[in-house]
């Protein structure tokens, strides 16, 4: 089963790989003010506290979010995919996490531990959504990937065009 992983433009996923965000410092600023702090070590601790391994997973979602037949975020950033199977058969994964919820004020989140066959991978529907802006101001189904070593290893990882 193929997953899929936005990540900025400028990035190091061909050569470094896809990595979680306690491997990159400068992510972390993005859940400062959920873990009232601006300390690495304090907010990857509040990340962990929503689900053991969160610091050392990557989001990624069961399909590419399209508009009218092209990728969401193209101009913006880079969307890659993956086996998951591979990386699990390969013994790199620790754990899925779905999220069930998310929302605005106190950061509202919800997560339930799933395997791998219970991805839900039937179709998203972008139908109701006309702009860019629009789908990615959505919440989406997606999953969490914790990652043993918190990176997806450069060979596993296709670039998406």
């Given at each position: 089963?193929?997953?899929?992983?936005?990540?900025?433009?400028?990035?190091?996923?061909?050569?470094?790989?896809?990595?979680?965000?306690?491997?990159?410092?400068?992510?972390?600023?993005?859940?400062?003010?959920?873990?009232?702090?601006?300390?690495?070590?304090?907010?990857?601790?509040?990340?962990?506290?929503?689900?053991?391994?969160?610091?050392?997973?990557?989001?990624?979602?069961?399909?590419?979010?399209?508009?009218?037949?092209?990728?969401?975020?193209?101009?913006?950033?880079?969307?890659?995919?993956?086996?998951?199977?591979?990386?699990?058969?390969?013994?790199?994964?620790?754990?899925?996490?779905?999220?069930?919820?998310?929302?605005?004020?106190?950061?509202?989140?919800?997560?339930?531990?799933?395997?791998?066959?219970?991805?839900?991978?039937?179709?998203?529907?972008?139908?109701?959504?006309?702009?860019?802006?629009?789908?990615?101001?959505?919440?989406?189904r997606h999953y969490f990937v914790v990652l043993k070593n918190g990176y997806i290893p450069p060979q596993y990882i296709k670039k998406e065009k």
């Amino acid at each position: 089963m193929r997953l899929y992983h936005y990540t900025p433009k400028e990035n190091t996923c061909l050569e470094k790989g896809i990595l979680s965000v306690s491997l990159i410092p400068d992510c972390l600023f993005h859940y400062a003010s959920r873990a009232k702090s601006e300390n690495p070590e304090t907010v990857i601790k509040w990340l962990d506290s929503t689900f053991y391994g969160r610091s050392r997973s990557v989001a990624c979602f069961t399909e590419p979010l399209m508009l009218n037949g092209k990728i969401v975020a193209a101009n913006d950033g880079c969307l890659f995919s993956f086996d998951i199977n591979v990386l699990i058969k390969d013994n790199l994964v620790e754990s899925i996490w779905q999220k069930l919820k998310s929302g605005h004020g106190d950061y509202i989140e919800e997560f339930k531990k799933v395997e791998v066959e219970k991805i839900d991978s039937s179709p998203l529907d972008f139908s109701p959504y006309k702009t860019e802006e629009e789908i990615t101001n959505v919440f989406f189904r997606h999953y969490f990937v914790v990652l043993k070593n918190g990176y997806i290893p450069p060979q596993y990882i296709k670039k998406e065009k």
